[in-house]
């Protein structure tokens, strides 16, 4: 296929072929457009067009433009598709006390203390500076937990549970290619 | 402007009570003017303590229905010239009880007073919501056992959400002998699952029992350690920089013959 469509989270990718004419790119284009599975009510796809690496005039680009201005169905965004956002890490510094829960959709760098009952809840990994006496939860693919003051923790990763951790300085990683058993990495304590 | 402050704990019978009655004997005795209000409705303690039931004319209940007016229900204690207590009701309940009666209440005798020490009940409910509310700063009392300062913990946590910044803990029924045997926890262990500031420390001691039992608040024995303890309680409350009490040990011959 010259014109590839792509459906990409919220968004199309029209990608093009570099072998290809203006006008078979316009052609191709138009076609797609015309398509029925584009059609949606109520909203205009995103789409994003990747010529690769070509020259493009500017009678080109304004054909291309005044094709899907006629056809009103996409919105033209641009020519690349946007870029996946890094992960962000948190920093937290606070204590969790009993019955408190702190929940987060990214990595962790934790400084502060969770006390007996203080639970801290990760989408993503965490990393533990400060004494941790509550429960730390991490859910992810290879989520794992780095500690360096562990005292009757509870530890769970991707829903499995390790209690009455006390240790210095633990590495835990729920290594899924294999049974899936939580291992145990550098350990100190 | 008074000081108001809640004294809690979360888990009951740590001591509470007998902590606000000791520490508003101490705090007047220092001249200052102190209203001691007992908050838990239902099960009013203060008055019977302080010896001072016999002179509950109205109480809570009566403020309420509007049969007394808010200076009527004070009493003055037997002891202190400058001490009140605004006993509790005992048929009271909390459901009856509406928030913002607390607080006119309080508003009401924060220009009377320079502090108001409210005695909250056990628990995280409504009791201890309606007390917290009312005031500004929190004097967490804390045993040295773990069920004891997690709840402590919670009830810290709970204080912090309503705004209440200024939190300090008084260690209650302090026993060495427990502690060098392993059988309590530290007050090390405290003061670090904590995080807070240790305003002061109070000795088990056998003459708060009695004293309770007598209605004669223990600040007002002599014999006992514990008038020092809250004597300086109340100083470092007040901003003072004082050394914490150090418990008389029994001798050999004392532990021999105890009773």
Redesign the interface.
Known sequence: MKIQVKGINDHLLFVIDETLSEAEVLVGITDWIDNPLLHKEGYFIRAYFDFGQRLLSRQFLFALLDVLTTSQQVLFCGFNQPCPTKTEMTHLSM?I????VVQADEDVVFDG?I???GYLRVQGNVYALG?V?GVIEVHGPNAHISATHLVDATLCINQKRLEHVSTRTLRLYDDVSHDGDILEGDSDG | MARTIVITSGKGGVGKSSISVNLACALANQDYRVCLVDADLGLKNLDVMMGLENRVIYDLKDVVDGRCTMDQVLIKDKRCASLYLIPACKTLQFGDFNLEYMQTLVDHFKHQFDYILIDSPAGIEKGFQYAANCADEAIVVVNLDLASIRDCDRVVGLLMKKGIGNISMIVNRLNEDYIQNKTSLTLRDATEILSLPLLGIVYEDAHMIAANNRGVPVYFDDRSILRECFCRIARRLNGENVNYTVSRKKTFLQKLFQK
């Open positions: 204590t006390r009993n019955g408190e203390r006390n007996p009952g004494e006496r």
